[in-house]
């Protein structure tokens, strides 16, 4: 092999080994068997979600995995691969493509990394099932109010009972 293509390969290694530690969380899954019209789907629902997808060489995967300090997600990078990278939401990359491949039965999630730790298919099916991260918000902002809104019930019980005895 000539030293320009082991450069590249290389520089290539280095740049998903930074895209790994940049990643919120990492979904790898085995594509193999969707259509050409599954795949532009699920591609376009991903990138709309500011979500990254790749089909990358496993030997190149696992090069930056351990660069990355993901070593141990080597292990999923047999067969054809695909990898999914989001640098924001956590929940979304799982989500999305668990809920993919409920419809499309040739997609079949691998395993992944959340916050930077290796994480096996079940986690990444755990995460899938969370609410994203405006549903998550939208419930710490209840959970807040409640509190709020209890105290003004009350003002507003006593104040009403005032009236009526007045």
Do not use: C
């Not at 520089?11 to 068997?33: F, N, P, Q």
């Not at 030997?59 to 990278?85: Q, T, Y």
């Not at 755990?126 to 003002?155: D, H, I, K, T």
């Amino acid at each position: 092999m000539s030293e320009a293509i082991i450069a590249k390969k290389a520089e290539l290694v280095d740049l998903v080994a930074e895209k790994m530690k940049a990643a919120a969380s990492i979904v790898v899954v085995d594509s193999r068997g969707l259509t050409v019209g599954q795949d532009t789907e699920l591609r376009r629902s991903l990138r709309d979600n500011g979500i990254e997808f790749k089909v990358i060489k496993n030997s190149i995967l696992s090069r930056a995995a351990e660069k990355a300090g993901l070593g141990d997600m080597k292990d999923l990078f047999v067969g054809p691969s695909a990898v999914a990278f989001s640098n924001e939401d956590v929940v979304a990359p799982a989500k999305i493509i668990n809920d993919f491949a409920k419809t499309a039965d040739a997609l079949e999630i691998k395993g992944g990394a959340i916050e930077g730790s290796t994480s096996s298919k079940e986690e990444i099916m755990a995460l899938a099932s969370l609410p994203n991260r405006e549903g998550m918000l939208s419930m710490l902002l209840s959970v807040l109010q409640a509190p709020v809104r209890n105290v003004a019930y009350a003002v507003k019980a006593v104040a009403e009972s005032k009236e009526d005895a007045a």
